[in-house]
């Protein structure tokens, strides 16, 4: 497990294809890890060889999910992340979405929850037009970060 930079992307991808290996490239805030996570990212990582996940940066949580939010740092976010055996790398992104992320890494599989759908995955025509394609994974029911926190508030 690497947490790697953006600007550490192309080297990443250009050894990753000259060995052959198939990228699956997913992304998220993934704020407080829990089996639905889990479950997806290993999901994922079957459907490749190397797993590359795109992190949202507490500045960019923050826009996208309110003042609170994130409850914990991109640097913890990212430790307990690299630190599963599913994801092989890590990539902290600041813009509101991955795409620039997508369009250097070009994976051969974009992977989103099944709560996207072909037409709001970011990057889904980006992948496509380079011979790859997009998959959703169904989510495990009953699990989200939101419902852990509010849970967690009215105890």
């Known amino acids: ?24 490239f997913t992304n998220g805030v993934f ?33 996208l999910k309110g003042p609170e939010r994130p409850v914990n740092s991109e640097l913890d976010r990212a430790t307990v992340i690299a630190g599963l055996r599913s994801v ?20 051969d599989v974009l992977v989103k929850g099944g709560d996207y ?3 709001t995955i970011v990057g889904a025509d980006v992948v496509e037009q380079h011979g790859g394609k997009v ?5 495990l029911e009953g699990r989200s970060t939101t419902s852990i926190i509010t849970r967690v508030r009215t105890v």
């Open 1 to 24: 497990m690497i947490i790697t930079s953006e600007t550490e992307l192309v080297a990443l991808r250009d050894g990753l294809r000259a060995d052959g290996k198939r990228i699956v």
């Open 135 to 139: 998959v959703t994974i169904p989510l």
């Open 88 to 107: 092989d790398h890590v990539v902290i992104f600041g813009d509101d979405t991955p795409l620039t992320i997508i369009e250097t890494l070009l994976p």
């Open 117 to 119: 759908t072909r037409d």
């Open 31 to 63: 704020d407080i890890l829990h089996a639905g996570h889990v479950t997806y990212l290993e999901q994922a990582q079957a459907l490749g060889d190397v797993l590359v996940l795109g992190l949202n940066a507490d500045e960019s949580v923050r826009r």
